[in-house]
């Protein structure tokens, strides 16, 4: 297949949205001025929401893009969209929501890139530069983390690209976290990650091809960073991006606790201790017996400490749905996902002006006043 201009490597992001068309759309529009570049084209994958969504997106598109409907198209191999909305018969958690967009995403051969976005995030405005440059400058990465700072305190870095994880008690570390951005942005980016955020991943569509694709038995945590142990096992690295700025929310979608969501969802709980034992009987099950008993007494104690002792039902549910098998795989075949629009952008309908003022409200540099 001929690319559309080899002197532009193309890049296809992916924003999974569900229930949150607010954010979504904020993190949709920070991408606009590089899809009207032509640098960057657009998955949008709804994970089967059950509010307005799908409405508010689509109306959304139609002031930037020429839509069409017609699912047949997106396999033709000489149909070059620059957006499609994608909507699962179910909400397939992360990985199987996400792996539905990639699919579509990969099925067009021009895409060097695939880059992976929360819904709850907004990329600054050289964050696509940058990571095109990290690419080109480290060939043997697979995937590359934006600096991830906090979008209510612009100034807080929440990790710097990804984090450190401790198998034997469980624990994940993030590097540079609670930091000032203008400090971390002075520190040396060659640091170790044992995995990079998925709230921000930028792969190599290469390394997709090659590893496969997110495992949906984590459907939700633990996603990312089973692919990046399989990444490693292959011979990719993976990087931080140091000047690729992203804001991001955090635990808007998922209910964990964050700034946004003071009060921890029962369901985020029992996912994030599932995917906990299911990632460490997979890949550290000399340990799972001593890690499954360190973690169980000690999120107990953390429940009751810390008055959220409703919580530890659903820490229980998790141990015995991961002892006894009873989740089962999502389905990996395309039949459940249904395209709804495919867009074509037409730069010169979105005047410079609006360009200009899109950058300017979402996009702002860090470090600028």
């Known amino acids: 297949m001929t690319r559309i201009d080899n002197a ?12 949150r ?3 979504t759309l904020k993190c949709l529009t920070s991408l606009l001025p590089w899809i009207m570049l032509r640098k960057l084209a657009l998955v949008v994958c709804d994970n089967a929401s059950h509010d307005d969504s799908i409405d508010r997106i689509r109306h959304w598109a139609q002031r930037y893009f020429r839509l069409e409907t017609g699912p047949q ?14 909507q699962t018969d179910a909400n397939r958690g992360y990985a199987g929501g996400n792996n539905v967009g ?11 890139y695939i880059w992976i ?5 907004v990329v600054a405005e050289h964050a696509l530069d940058e ?4 690419a080109r400058r480290d060939p043997g990465a697979g995937v590359f983390g934006s600096t991830l700072v906090d979008s209510h305190e612009r100034d807080l870095v929440q990790t710097a690209g990804g984090c450190r994880y401790h198998p034997l008690t469980t624990i994940m570390s993030t590097l540079h976290g609670g930091q000032s951005l203008d400090h971390v942005l002075t520190l040396d980016s060659d640091i170790q990650l044992d995995y990079v955020s998925g709230a921000a991943m930028f792969c190599r569509a290469r390394m997709l091809e090659d590893v496969g694709l997110f495992d949906e038995r984590f459907f939700l945590y633990y996603e990312e960073m089973d692919l990046a142990r399989r990444m490693r096992a292959v011979g990719y690295s993976q990087r931080w991006c140091k000047k690729s700025v992203v804001y991001h929310k955090g635990g808007a979608s998922t209910g964990s606790r964050s700034i946004v969501n003071r009060q921890e969802s029962w369901l985020s709980n029992y996912h994030e201790n599932l995917s906990t034992l299911l990632y460490t009987r997979k890949h550290h099950s000399n340990i799972f017996p001593i890690a499954a008993s360190l973690r169980f007494v000690g999120k107990s104690l953390a429940y009751l400490f810390h008055g959220r002792i409703r919580l530890f039902s659903a820490l229980a549910s998790a141990y015995r ?7 089962t795989v999502t389905s990996k075949t395309q039949r459940g996902a249904t395209v709804l629009e495919m867009g074509f952008s037409e730069q010169s309908d979105l005047a410079s002006g609006e360009l200009t003022l899109i950058r300017g409200c979402n996009m702002k540099s860090p470090g600028s006043n």
């Open 102 to 112: 990639i699919r579509y995403a990969l099925a067009q051969y021009q895409f060097d």
């Open 321 to 327: 749905d991961a002892l006894t098998g009873k989740r």
């Open 73 to 86: 198209r997106v396999e033709s191999s000489d149909n070059f969209w620059d957006f499609l909305l994608v």
């Open 21 to 23: 068309a607010d954010d």
């Open 8 to 19: 532009i490597p193309r890049v296809c992001a992916v924003v999974l949205n569900w229930n």
């Open 117 to 121: 976005l929360n819904n709850d995030t």
């Open 131 to 134: 990571l095109l440059q990290c």
